[in-house]
């Protein structure tokens, strides 16, 4: 069926694309040495430092005044230009959904409540048209999340360049937990106060009863590792389950409203589960008891509006500095999927209104890596690190800064996209048809 879906979706895009197809074409991706020369360095965990930094094999092996490259070494003269860490985005559909309106072109919603065996790896279009946009942007890796449901799936952590979602993974997996909520699930929801609150309370016992479940088939596929003679019947969506009940992978719980992020915080601690609070648009409420509880939080969209009719036009924007003031670990998602491009801004937007400018970099850096165990590898720029990173001419979080030039795990990404293709196609186009 999906294959059918890209079949579709390929002939869509070759109907749009008639007259105009070199205006759709991105180059390749080429690796090497590349010696970045001259460069301001924001290196996020050690501060700025003024200097170069080499690029081989893949991973940054020299920072500073003195380093040394092959004579091979591509060099770019990066005077007056500032270096920055790749920006993670923890939330997005990308490469999962190419055009929303368009169904057939929607990979991110499985039939089924409870699917934590459906991996949206697997469904990731790496020639979705929407990577290249969203790259040129300084943002190199994303969380690919699926939706719907109780649980939704597993999510995993990609990488913006590579020809396959195997190429593309980044090292990260997390099933990704709808909670149970008590709240309208829209305009359109005529239910009852009473009747919300028994489809909560129904769908909670049901989450009781999955994980009872599941920690009980650990226990028995733990048993048959060391016992043959131990049957059991193959069941995928256990199977799944298992890393979480371990603790070897977190869950990443969606929750935005107030009494649902206490009620969440509750289920967490009582089946001592490792967890990520995700969307969270609510947490300045209880920020206090967020922080008491050490859960991480990923919050956003920062840019959006209010929960609530009675709040402060500004909430969605000061949440996450709330959040960060009270003590609560907080990372920053776009949750989009042709906006993940406009990650600087909802980070800038949190500065602005009460994060401030480091601890808004750090969100959607370094703060992400922590959160998945990454912080050897992504996340700052220092020796041994995968080289995700980008160079400007100004600061990221403002709209005139130009980014000049983009590197994801080595390779130099060509800096142009369907925006930047179409935007030149139309600056110089030639006379339509003559009258």
């Known amino acids: 069926m999906r294959f059918n879906k890209y079949i579709i979706l390929c002939c869509l895009v070759c109907l749009f694309t008639v007259g105009q197809l070199s205006a759709q074409v991105v180059g390749k991706a080429t690796?090497?040495?590349?010696?970045?020369?001259?460069?301001?360095?924001?290196?996020?965990?050690?501060?700025?430092?003024?200097?170069?930094?080499?690029?081989?094999?893949?991973?940054?092996?020299?920072?500073?005044?003195?380093?040394?490259?092959p004579a091979s070494a591509k060099v770019i003269d990066c005077s007056g230009k500032t270096i920055y860490p790749g920006f993670i985005d923890m939330g997005t559909t990308l490469g999962l959904v190419e055009v929303n309106s368009v169904s057939l072109t929607n990979d991110n919603n499985e039939i089924g409540e409870v699917k934590p065996h459906m991996e949206a790896l697997t469904a990731v279009n790496p020639s979705s048209v929407a990577i290249p946009v969203t790259r040129v942007s300084g943002v190199t890796t994303v969380i690919a999340q699926p939706s719907g449901g109780l649980i939704s799936g597993t999510a995993s952590l990609i990488n913006l360049v590579g020809y396959s979602p195997d190429e593309m993974y980044a090292g990260f997996r997390a099933i990704r937990l709808n909670f149970p909520s008590s709240g309208a699930r829209g305009r359109r929801d005529r239910r009852s106060t009473e009747d919300r609150k028994k489809d909560e309370q129904k769908k909670l016992k049901q989450l009781n009863d999955l994980w009872e479940e599941a920690t009980l088939f650990t226990k028995i596929m733990d048993a048959k590792s060391k016992d043959a003679s131990i049957r059991q019947a193959?069941?995928?969506?256990?199977?799944?389950?298992?890393?979480?009940?371990?603790?070897?992978?977190?869950?990443?719980?969606?929750v935005n409203r107030e009494s649902d992020i206490l009620s969440a915080l509750k289920w967490i601690k009582d089946n001592e589960i490792k967890a990520i609070l995700t969307g969270v648009a609510e947490g300045w409420r209880v920020a206090d008891q967020i922080a008491e509880s050490g859960v991480p939080v990923v919050t956003g969209p920062v840019i959006s509006i209010p929960t609530r009719g009675s709040d402060r036009y500004d909430r969605a924007y000061a949440n996450a500095g709330a959040m960060k003031k009270a003590g609560v670990t907080v990372a920053i998602r776009t949750n989009q999927t042709e906006n993940v491009r406009d990650l600087p801004f909802h980070a800038a937007f949190a500065a602005a209104?009460?994060?401030?400018?480091?601890?808004?970099?750090?969100?959607?850096?370094?703060?992400?890596?922590?959160?998945?165990?990454l912080e050897s590898e992504l996340g700052s720029l220092e020796v041994g690190k995968v080289a995700n990173l980008f160079i400007c001419d100004g600061d990221p979080f403002e709209t005139k800064t130009q980014i000049e030039q983009v590197f994801i795990q080595g390779w130099e990404i060509p800096m142009n996209s369907r925006h930047s293709l179409l935007y030149d196609e139309f600056l110089e186009r030639s006379p339509g048809v003559k009258n």
């Open 31 to 69: 690796k090497g040495a590349f010696l970045l020369k001259n460069a301001n360095i924001e290196t996020i965990t050690k501060g700025a430092v003024k200097g170069d930094l080499l690029i081989e094999d893949g991973k940054i092996t020299g920072i500073g005044g003195a380093v040394t490259a």
């Open 234 to 254: 193959y069941n995928p969506t256990l199977e799944a389950m298992v890393p979480t009940i371990k603790g070897e992978q977190p869950v990443l719980v969606e």
């Open 353 to 373: 209104y009460g994060m401030g400018r480091e601890a808004a970099l750090e969100a959607i850096t370094i703060v992400p890596a922590r959160m998945m165990g």
